[in-house]
């Protein structure tokens, strides 16, 4: 939900979906502390959207992508919570069908990514099934130094392959 999250990762999602490069299943959910709805959520990305994306809008692209839209509120130690995201995102798969596909865009602090990499796997969201791929996107910068990024380098490669985590610098 944030400044990052609203001034291009939701722009290019919706670029994406726009040029025809995102399946139409594709759903998106936002997890943050905010006391927000899915309704107030997809607004957020709606005004991202039509304020940072680089193709045009169009409305009959947007409605599509909104039905995948969902918002859990929560923090990243709140083990309710991430049963409620995987419980949501079990729901977006049935319904979207998305074939149990997941990327988990972390853009996180730095000093959040041990916690949340854990809850990802003590909640079952990590386990590539029948097929399925899982994906982890780690937005930098990645710890504070050189001990540090290599910390949180063995935290999350224990859970993670090197082939199912991406870097974006």
Known sequence: TGDLSRKKLMPAVYDLANRGLLPPGFSLIGFARR????????QVVHDAV?????????EEV??????????????????????????????????????????FYLSVPPRSFPVVIQQLKKHG????????????????????DLKSAEELNRVVHEVFTSDQVLDRK
């Open 35 to 42: 006391d927000w709805e899915d309704e107030d959520f997809a």
């Open 50 to 58: 039509k304020e940072h994306s680089r193709t045009p809008f169009r």
């Open 62 to 103: 947007w409605q599509q992508l909104s039905q995948g839209m969902r918002f859990v509120q929560g923090d990243f130690d709140d083990d309710v919570a991430f049963e409620t995201l995987r419980a949501t995102i079990e729901e977006l798969d049935k319904a979207q069908g998305t074939g149990g596909n997941f990327a």
């Open 125 to 144: 969201l990590a386990d590539q099934q029948g097929g399925s791929w899982r994906r982890a996107v780690i937005e930098k910068p990645f710890g504070h």
